[in-house]
């Protein structure tokens, strides 16, 4: 049984289809969490990358992890829904295998550093028990109303 469904995703985060890529949350701790995300020949990515041999964007995969990671941030705090999760930085992306439909991706993401506005994170990507991708990442936190004011 999920800690969390499609539903309560959904309700802290603002993405929607198609870029909304966390299908449940497995596992959630302290400083850890565990989505899933079901890869599907119905990906609109794939229309183009690449219609003959589909695999799934590098980028998209690591930006899977970083709404994990969104979930755990915002889920600590109080006052989580007048907040808005950004990905900052991108550090140490290592692809290791193609991500293709039918895969089932577990988004293993752990908190390494956290602030009150920041946040450091590595995260990994398995199918099955293989690691697929990994990467570190910082994550900032901001009111709601004030994403590019800066």
Do not use: W
């Amino acid at each position: 049984m999920p800690v969390m469904d499609i539903l309560g995703i959904r309700q802290l985060l603002p993405h929607r289809y198609p870029l909304l890529l966390v299908d449940r949350i497995e596992t959630l701790e302290e400083n850890r969490i565990v989505g899933i995300k079901n890869v599907t020949v119905n990906e609109p990515f794939f229309q183009g990358h690449f219609p003959d041999f589909p695999v799934m964007p590098g980028v998209l995969i690591v930006e899977a992890m970083a709404q994990v990671a969104g979930v755990l941030v915002l889920g600590k705090i109080a006052d989580r829904h007048s907040k808005h999760v950004f990905l900052a930085g991108v550090d140490a992306a290592r692809f290791r295998r193609p991500v293709v439909p039918g895969d089932q991706l577990r988004l293993d993401v752990t908190l390494t550093h956290g602030r009150p506005t920041r946040a450091r994170m590595d995260g990994k990507a398995y199918v099955g028990e293989t690691l697929v991708a990994e990467a570190t990442f910082l994550c900032v936190l901001q009111d709601k109303g004030s994403a590019g004011s800066e």
